[in-house]
């Protein structure tokens, strides 16, 4: 039987579109789950929306449609980018789905019965105009950070969960399974910055609230909202409802894949529901950086003094899905900030995707066809030459499955790309074009085609996950259709004699001036 993954992202907010920043997270799960599938993996991957809150409810109503209208077509547009994108998810849950609804109160009933949620008064700083209570921190200059208005002191009934009898089981948790959040520095911040300053329990219901899942045996209370979100992993494989075959085969999570911004709620309030639920916790969190624009965290609600085109509705078109997967896998350190530049990614896909990977597949297959007519030919033997770049495209493959073993994305896409450009410095040196004008020198010349063909392959195996479109383009004209990775550890994967489709130019080249005033004009 296939060892299981399951892999989760966030369930995004749908207050307005999806941003590259909630793109960045998505793109890596996709990556990640796609790698593992390739490695024999029975993977279930899941990415959904957050509809709930009060902050859904003013933004629907903010656009002037019904808020269930405004809700599902933002979910249509997210849908519809992930489909752009080649995100290949298993299951989109939303948390307005009846099976979640049901799902979340019987949580609640259960937390309840089981004596970790108890009545009580929340009091706290409220702003009336916004329906929103704040804590003294939260205020800026005395006054509500949302409107700018004054607060005043207020109480209110509420449920509150027994958050502060679980301190000394998550610096166990910490400390016993090192692995669990990554990167380690984030642990830290958990540690330092919320548990040893003490944990309060953590209020779970608001009266004032109104858009949201209402308390099963108290109706008008409605249940907070992050209970309800990040339940939406479990109820997602039908956690409590008749059918939990699902939930018995694939939780607990292999992988949260979330942004630093909502680690506290996952490395600490969500392994706190479940040991309360009883329930195994996730195997690791990943909490990862932010793609930041001019210096800014990109958001859906922030406008941005900046002429960047960060919207992958137009670059996805323009550059093709995969040139926008390879930028944001790439360019940020993982675990990192890193900042997006149209100039960069640009320039990236001059460099990286055109001069490099595009560049020796054409120059490759042109040589194909003119020395070989497009049939993959048979090498007796391999020179020195030919030796040491199998070494080092076979060095890469190692790296790659090392640094995909901790997700490292970018430094694994990174390994991928060496072994195209080795291939290039290669051809440097071995001048196929002079070769072929000696007759004696025929086989010298198939080792040298096949040497590259293989590197192709190689490469564009490991590629897949990452860039699913071009990858297969090039697999399919080698005529290579492996589901799994196979064939990585030698150079005769290919069937001699057997002719390769031709194959149009990958990545056309961009002349970067241009594009950037287009896209100024288009953003
Ligand atoms: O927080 N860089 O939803 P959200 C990198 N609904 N990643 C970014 C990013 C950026 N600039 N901006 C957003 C929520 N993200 C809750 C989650 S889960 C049970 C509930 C990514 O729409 C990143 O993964 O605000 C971040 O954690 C997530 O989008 C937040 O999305």
């Known amino acids: 039987m296939k060892e299981k993954f399951y892999i989760t992202t966030p369930i995004y907010y749908p207050s307005s579109k999806l941003t590259i920043g909630n793109c960045y997270t998505t793109i890596i799960a996709d990556t990640i789950a796609r790698f593992k599938k390739k490695q024999g993996k029975d993977v279930f ?3 959904g929306t957050d509809e709930h809150g009060q902050k859904i409810f003013e933004a629907a109503k903010k656009s002037g449609k019904d808020v269930k209208q405004h809700l599902d077509d933002i979910v249509l547009d997210t849908q519809n980018l992930w489909k752009m994108l080649n995100v290949n998810y298993d299951k989109f849950i939303r948390t307005t789905d009846n099976d979640h609804v049901l799902a979340v109160k019987k949580i609640f009933n259960k937390l309840y019965e089981k004596g970790y949620i108890y009545k009580s008064t929340y009091k706290g700083l409220y702003c009336l105009p916004c329906e929103s209570f704040w804590t003294q921190s939260q205020l800026i200059d005395g006054k509500c950070p949302d409107c700018g208005r004054e607060v005043h002191e207020q109480e209110e009934e509420a449920y509150f969960f027994k958050l502060s009898e679980f301190s000394n089981k998550l610096l166990k948790l910490y400390k016993d399974n090192p692995e669990f959040l990554l990167p380690s520095s984030r642990v830290n911040e958990m540690v330092n910055n919320f548990i040893k300053p003490g944990l309060e329990d ?13 308390v099963d045996f108290d109706q008008k209370h409605t249940i907070y909202v992050w209970i309800d979100a990040l339940s939406n992993y479990i109820t997602g494989l039908g956690y409590l409802s008749e059918n939990d075959s699902m939930f018995k085969k694939y939780w607990p999570a292999d992988l949260h894949l979330i942004g630093k911004d909502i680690v506290r709620f996952h490395a600490i309030i969500w392994p706190a529901i479940l040991m309360a639920l009883d329930l195994p916790l996730p195997k690791q969190i990943f909490g990862h950086g932010w793609l930041l624009l001019g210096g800014d965290k990109l958001s859906k609600s922030k406008k941005l003094n900046t002429v960047e085109c960060t919207d992958p509705r137009i670059l996805v078109p323009r550059y093709s899905a995969d040139a926008v997967r390879y930028y944001l896998l790439r360019e940020i350190p993982f675990g990192s900030d890193g900042n997006y530049s149209t100039e960069a990614f640009l320039n990236r896909y001059n460099s990286d995707l055109c001069n490099n990977f595009g560049n020796l597949v ?8 003119k020395y070989f007519n497009l049939i993959i030919p048979e090498a007796k033997q391999y020179g020195e030459n030919e030796i040491a770049l199998q070494n080092k495209a076979l060095k890469e493959k190692e790296n790659v499955i090392k640094y995909m073993e901790v997700y490292d994305v970018s430094k694994a896409i990174t390994s991928i790309f060496n072994i195209f450009s080795e291939a290039n410095t290669y051809i440097q040196l071995a001048q196929p074009w002079a070769v072929a004008k000696d007759e004696n020198r025929q086989d010298e010349l198939k080792a040298i085609l096949r040497t590259l063909l293989e590197c192709i392959r190689l490469g564009s195996e490991f590629l897949e996950p990452f860039m699913p479109e071009k990858a297969q383009k090039v697999l399919n004209a080698l005529g290579i259709k492996n589901s799994e990775f196979e064939g990585l550890d030698n150079f005769t994967n290919l069937k001699s004699g057997q002719k390769v489709e031709d194959i149009s130019i990958l990545f056309p080249r961009l002349d970067v001036e241009k594009e950037i005033n287009e896209l100024a004009e288009l953003c």
């Open 362 to 369: 054409s120059r490759t297959f042109s040589m194909l066809k």
């Open 202 to 214: 953590l209020c779970v219901s608001r009266t004032s609230v109104k858009w949201g899942i209402s």
């Open 45 to 47: 991957y899941m990415t």
